[in-house]
């Protein structure tokens, strides 16, 4: 069978070569669904394996790695790459003493090319826009999203189209858009409206959408299960900790690791934890009513990446919850910057949202939630340079309602030789 797109509410199918972001019958949203039991035999740890360090494309990629279950059937030629994915894993016994728990990994997503884990969207958004001939994409963006859309938009030869809120754009973020080349839109609006915009302009215009309800962006971001996974030698742990904003890449966890299980690529499924900030939870306020009525909320939070008040995912992500037997945390913005100095001070180092990984799983170990034996692998979604001066500020303590626990703090010293070696002689405090 050919890879299809599925409404996830009626079941109704369409080609793949349509441009829909939405079925047509009832509104739900869209699968990207590839024939894998066909495919099974293919479909091995040794396959895979025998790919990592390839020095061509696509195999380079560690996305395209796992091409048979990203995107089948497509030329290579059309792929659009920036060898983004083979991003670390590293095991960190201090990080894993602060969240209360013996065996912590962390996948580092901030160590793709444009420092996040949007790149692994991008690449197969931006290669599907070039095969269905696209000239323009859009996106609206806390920022992660539109610094990656305009590189690879740039790398394709199309024009990247981006709608950003006019406060609090993290400058790493913005500056990446711009220098890419991007044609910036700085709204009077927040994320969710910008969102609303996004898809009317797009529609109207003929400009293909690469927000993450496109779902060709899951199928990429479902190689950090694959490759995490690969990493941990297809050993499954027992929960998997991510930040949830826009609820993309939860909703592609839960799509890859299912995949993973049908192909026997592991045997058991881990526990999915979605991490929210406080200032911007609905998902975790309708997990936590036992998914009633859903409200979206009026988001406010220092982890601008998830600043998101209406999650356009929210039914993927709660179908991955249902899948995992997962559970759903909020975070404070103090825990946060906390989580983030102790990921900052082992020399790894991550923007503001990505600590919502270490953050929520310490509150979920105290919460008895997540055991202390239990083996826990969190995703770190972007780089420390994103976000300078979140971080500046929480070292400085100027971050109003916020008293760092762990500040480092810069020290003013004159051009006096004898007053350097003596501030450099006095203990540690
Ligand atoms: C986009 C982003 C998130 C949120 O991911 P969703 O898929 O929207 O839930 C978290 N952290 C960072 C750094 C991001 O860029
Ligand atoms: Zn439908």
Redesign the pocket.
Known sequence: MPSSLHCIDCAQQYPIQRVIYACEACGGLLDVRHDIGARRSSLTADTFDSRLGALDAPYNSGVWRFKELVYPDIDDNSIVSRMEGNTNLYELPRVAAFAGVDTLFLKHEGENPTG???DRGMTTGVTQARILGMERVACAS?G??SASMASYAARAGMQGIIFLQNQQIALGKLAQGIAFGATCLQINADFDRNMELVRLVSEKLGIYLLN?INPFRLEGQKSIMFEALQQLRWRTPDWIVV????????SAFGKGLLEMLEAGLIDRLPRLAIIQAEGANPLYRHFSSGFGQFEPVKAETIAS??K?GN?V?LQKAIRALEWTSGVVEEVSDQQIMDAKAVIDGVGIGC?P??ACSVAGARKLVERGIIKRGDTVLGVL??HIL?DPEATIDYHADQLPALSPESANKMRQVDDDFDEIVSVLSERAP
């Open positions: 996040s884990f949007k806390t992660n999203t993450s930040p949830g904003g826009n609820l993309g890449n939860s990446a998830i998101i999650p995912n923007e949202a990505s979604t972007g994103k």
